[in-house]
């Protein structure tokens, strides 16, 4: 499928520089109606929307960043609307971490740091513009730059020189152990923008499982912004239950330290080392051996060692698995 031309006004864009880890998943446009050659992808127009041409646009001249200094142009909107790579990604990327999110979480005093961590120094995520300011300062953002990304992603005009004391290094960047891919979505048509609604995929670093999780968003016209034009005001995420199955034996490997053994409760907490392929087990996982002294003494004469623990799962949650109740323990041979 072939990614759909933007036709950018933002002058002198360069090709994507390849940052490590990034994966990012791209749609190709989608019009008035239902997409034939993808029936996942679907947009629709409400009977009372206005012509989003007829929505007031920002006004450099008001505005605390200086567009024409940076090189930006007003976004240059074709007739359809496509959810297209860079938007698609902030989406994605947004969605990891939070469950809620409106122009309030902007004001927030922890807001400035994540938007850095999250979308300037991440080792698994980038967009066009950032990849373009990187390569010509050596992986340089200044403060300025920052402003704008933020301003293009959130349509909140904020100060960053409060924490941006010199150019922050992009390349200096790190990652969390989450990934995430909207793969089908609906679009529909508002005053200002449109309302999403889609599916996305969740995996984590050293499991095979997938979650998934509904998200919802209101995308805002915002003819400045490097995020396709558009920025997110508001997101909401909810975890999707994974199917419900008839109940079987499942295990993983594990090991348990003296210091992770809840003398009173009686409840043990395993570091995961593996398991079956289909399980989303969390990193660390709780076992309540409350009700069997025979396992809760078997754990901690064992201490440190690798064990096997074998329990019963039948689907149905809603996140990472980090508790259960452990039906055998043994040592791994």
């Known amino acids: 499928m072939e990614t759909k031309d933007l036709n950018r006004s933002i002058t002198?864009?360069?090709?994507?520089?390849?940052?490590?880890?990034?994966?990012?998943?791209?749609?190709?446009?989608?019009?008035?109606?239902?997409?034939?050659?993808?029936?996942?992808?679907?947009?629709?127009?409400?009977?009372?929307?206005?012509?989003?041409?007829n929505v007031k646009e920002t006004d450099p001249s008001t505005s605390l960043i200086d567009f024409q200094s940076l090189g930006v142009q007003e976004f240059d909107y074709t007739d359809n609307f496509t959810l297209d790579e860079d938007l698609k990604s902030a989406l994605e990327n947004l969605a990891l971490s939070y469950d809620s999110f409106d122009e309030q979480e902007v004001q927030t005093s922890q807001w400035k740091e994540w938007f850095i961590s999250k979308y300037i120094c991440n080792s698994r995520y980038s967009f066009e513009y950032l990849n373009q300011v990187a390569e010509e300062n050596n992986g340089l953002i200044d403060v300025d730059n920052i402003n704008y990304m933020n301003y293009s992603l959130t349509g909140v005009e904020s100060d960053?020189?409060?924490?941006?004391?010199?150019?922050?290094?992009?390349?200096?960047?790190?990652?969390?152990?989450?990934?995430?891919?909207?793969?089908?979505?609906?679009?529909?048509?508002?005053?200002?923008?449109?309302?999403?609604?889609?599916?996305?995929?969740?995996?984590?670093?050293?499991?095979?499982?997938?979650?998934?999780?509904?998200?919802?968003a209101k995308l805002k016209k915002n003819p400045y912004s490097c995020f396709d034009g558009y920025s997110i005001i508001f997101l909401t995420t909810q975890n999707?239950?994974?199917?419900?199955?008839?109940?079987?034996?499942?295990e993983f490997v594990g090991g348990c330290y003296l210091d992770s053994i809840n003398e009173e409760t009686r409840v043990c907490t395993f570091e995961v080392f593996g398991a079956d392929e289909e399980l989303p087990m969390a990193h660390f996982v709780e076992i309540d051996l409350s009700d069997s002294e025979e396992m809760y003494n078997y754990v901690c004469e064992?201490?440190?060692?690798?064990?096997?623990?074998?329990?019963?799962?039948?689907?149905?949650?809603?996140g990472m698995i980090d508790a259960c109740q452990a039906k055998t323990i043994t040592l791994v041979e």
């Not at 969390?176 to 995929?201: A, H, K, L, P």
């Not at 999707?240 to 499942?250: S, Y």
């Open 160 to 216: 960053f020189s409060d924490v941006v004391n010199e150019p922050v290094d992009s390349y200096q960047s790190s990652s969390g152990v989450s990934r995430g891919f909207i793969t089908d979505y609906s679009c529909t048509q508002t005053i200002d923008g449109y309302d999403i609604s889609g599916t996305m995929e969740v995996s984590y670093d050293g499991s095979d499982a997938v979650l998934y999780r509904e998200i919802n």
């Open 12 to 53: 002198n864009r360069l090709k994507k520089a390849a940052l490590s880890g990034l994966i990012l998943i791209c749609f190709t446009g989608c019009g008035k109606e239902s997409i034939s050659d993808n029936p996942d992808i679907e947009i629709t127009f409400e009977d009372n929307a206005e012509k989003i041409d």
């Open 240 to 250: 999707m239950a994974t199917p419900v199955t008839e109940p079987k034996l499942c």
């Open 302 to 318: 064992n201490a440190g060692k690798d064990m096997r623990i074998q329990f019963e799962y039948s689907g149905g949650v809603t």
